[in-house]
């Protein structure tokens, strides 16, 4: 049974940083397609960033120069630096997984077959 289990959110002030963490279990990081995407009171669930088997990432312009996505295959585990942080990305966080090899963008990550149960993350100005 495939489980992923995000974790590191919480409330900074503008400009501030946090990483959050999606740990894997009953199912292989870096295998296929991994993403990150976010949903606010109100608002549609946004791709932010994937991640490629190979590594090759893309990201969102919104979150573009700001956030890193990175893995680490042998901790099983998802990562989302996000750094100079605003206000307007203030929103549940989730991770998301590919069950199979599929072309791998972070506007497609909401596509994908696994979600976590996501992370709260709030910036205050």
């Known amino acids: 049974q495939v489980q992923l289990v995000e974790s590191g959110g919480g409330s900074v002030q503008t400009g501030g940083s946090l990483r959050l963490s999606c740990a894997a279990s009953?199912?292989?990081?870096?295998?296929?397609?991994m993403g990150w995407f976010r949903q606010a009171p109100g608002k549609e669930r946004e791709g932010i960033a994937s991640i490629q088997r190979d590594g090759v990432t893309t990201y969102a312009d919104s979150v573009s120069g700001r956030f890193t996505i990175s893995k680490d295959n042998a901790k099983n585990t998802l990562y989302l630096q996000m750094n100079s942080l605003k206000p307007e990305d203030t929103a549940m966080y989730y991770c998301?997984?590919?069950?199979?090899?599929?072309?791998?963008?972070?506007?497609?990550?909401?596509?994908?077959?696994?979600w976590g149960q996501g992370t709260q993350v709030t910036v205050s100005s």
């Open positions: 009953g199912y292989t990081v870096g295998r296929y397609c």
């Open positions: 998301a997984a590919s069950g199979a090899y599929l072309t791998c963008y972070y506007d497609a990550v909401t596509d994908l077959y696994y």
